[in-house]
């Protein structure tokens, strides 16, 4: 682990965090593909979701590893970055999902919703074991205005 934040401080922005992961995989090319999904944090475990067929599944099912971003677009930059080990449950999706909807959406959006929930028999957890975390804060330096 390096960066600024202990593994609390790190846990502490996963769960109040309500923005995509970026995930970054091996293509069929040999070229990494990067795809951004909801997630949740569970102890430490990281859980995404994602359809059966989409492309994201397919490259973790033939390569089980990614590397991964935390971070918002916005001034003042901080976040998480890592690398992982996968795994995927095709028993899981359905309960995960559910967790994500309500995570992400809450009360708003009923359509999305119902049609995403729709589709959850062929959804696949993503597990995401982080092996390294490196974080990173510039609160403090961009409030102050310094480089």
Request: proline share 5%; hydrophobic share 35%.
């Amino acid at each position: 682990m390096s960066g600024p934040w202990c593994l609390d401080e790190i846990n502490g922005y996963l769960d109040n965090s309500v923005i995509p992961i970026r995930l970054a995989v091996q293509g069929d090319t040999g070229y990494p593909i990067i795809a951004s999904l909801w997630f949740l944090r569970q102890g430490s475990t990281i859980v995404c979701s994602s359809q059966r067929g989409a492309r994201i599944v397919q490259c973790l099912r033939k390569k089980p590893v990614c590397a991964f971003e935390i971070s918002g677009d916005d001034l003042p930059y901080h976040g998480v970055r890592g690398q992982a080990d996968v795994d995927l449950s095709y028993g899981d999706g359905q309960g995960d999902l559910g967790k994500l909807v309500s995570r992400y959406l809450a009360d708003t959006n009923l359509e999305l919703q119902e049609w995403l929930l729709s589709r959850s028999d062929s959804e696949v957890s993503i597990r995401i074991e982080p092996r390294n975390f490196c974080s990173w804060d510039y609160r403090k330096r961009m409030a102050q205005g310094s480089p």
